[in-house]
């Protein structure tokens, strides 16, 4: 599987030079931004390209970055009347995007607010309409699936991978992207269930895969834990026991690979393995707030 991002964002280098040394000018470039982004869309859309694997990566690429920047600097060359205009537009904007722009009515712990909120901010999860987020509610397949594809911002090019995914549906490229990418599996017989309940121990395998995915470090902590060549105590152990012979590894990952593998402190779970019911459905509060935690733990989100 070949996944091509560039290596280096020529708008946002330049976005920091001009904040650094001149931050008017760095404003009205951000400002620009703002009005230039169907334009950037348009240069991602016309330059991505399928890979291979028929996932469609959806990274700008190198290329129209470059092309974003000149037509930024073209009209900061021809319109330099609408510097003060764009500053002024840059701040406005600073104060109605994503930092506190979402706020779910009836979400009351702070850390599952924190979570859905920011989350939803950037587009990863959604509310039940009324400003409502539904935090008891449960999570489908599907839907996590989704989620997965907005954070690692990708979809799927080509035929269904399974019988009871059809080609229009909404999830679609989700499901079958992360399907390709190993994050989740299908049911056999080529079903996916695409409307089926997650568990607990369900959703944290998934979001071990992820946290692999997104990790080297963790990835080799996962390798040498299926291995059974990592050295645990014997209370760790048992912690596993309640859960499937198949989603250990996850569990474990999570649990334990910030530290082993990162030295950093804590965990990437929603909460402890000893409040966790791994045969109970995940609720949706739980899901934010287990996504929220892997991000946040491999410093993906501050």
């Given amino acids: 599987m070949t996944t091509t991002r560039s290596s280096l964002n020529p708008g946002r280098f330049l976005l920091g030079f001009l904040l650094r040394r001149n931050l008017p000018a760095g404003l009205c470039f951000f400002g620009v931004s703002f009005f230039c982004f169907p334009l950037q869309y348009i240069l991602e859309i016309f330059f991505s390209r399928p890979s291979p694997d028929g996932i469609l990566y959806l990274y700008m690429s190198t290329r129209a970055h470059i092309y974003t920047g000149l037509s930024l600097a073209v009209m900061f060359a021809m319109v330099p009347a609408l510097s003060l205009l764009l500053a002024l537009a ?78 229009d549906a909404w999830y679609a490229g989700a499901v079958n992207a992360m399907a390709e990418l190993g994050l ?39 390798m040498v834990f299926e291995e059974e060549d990592v050295s645990l105590p ?53 899901a934010a707030a287990g996504m929220y935690a892997v991000l946040s733990g491999l410093e993906i989100l501050p």
Avoid at 187 to 213: K, S, V
Avoid at 263 to 272: H, I, V
């Fill in 90 to 167: 840059a701040v406005l904007s600073l104060m109605v995007l994503p930092g506190g722009a979402v706020r779910f009515l009836d979400v009351d712990d702070a850390r599952v607010s924190l979570a859905a909120d920011t989350l939803a901010a950037l587009g990863v999860v959604g509310g039940t309409g009324d400003g409502k987020f539904s935090p008891e509610g449960h999570l489908t397949r599907a839907q996590l699936c989704v989620m997965l594809s907005r954070v690692l911002n990708v979809t799927w090019v080509g035929s269904s991978r399974f019988d009871d995914v059809a080609q």
């Fill in 234 to 286: 014997m209370s760790k152990w048992l912690a596993l026991e309640p859960y499937s012979d198949w989603a250990r590894t996850g569990v474990a990952v999570l649990a334990w690979g910030l530290e082993d593998a990162l030295d950093g402190t804590g965990d990437l779970l929603f909460a402890s393995l000893k409040e966790l019911s791994p045969k109970a459905p995940i609720l949706r509060e739980e």
């Fill in 184 to 222: 989740v599996n299908g049911m056999g017989a080529g079903r996916f269930d695409p409307n089926g309940l997650l568990t607990q121990e369900q959703f944290l395998t998934i979001m071990g895969r992820m946290a692999r995915y997104l990790n080297f470090a963790v990835d080799s902590f996962g």
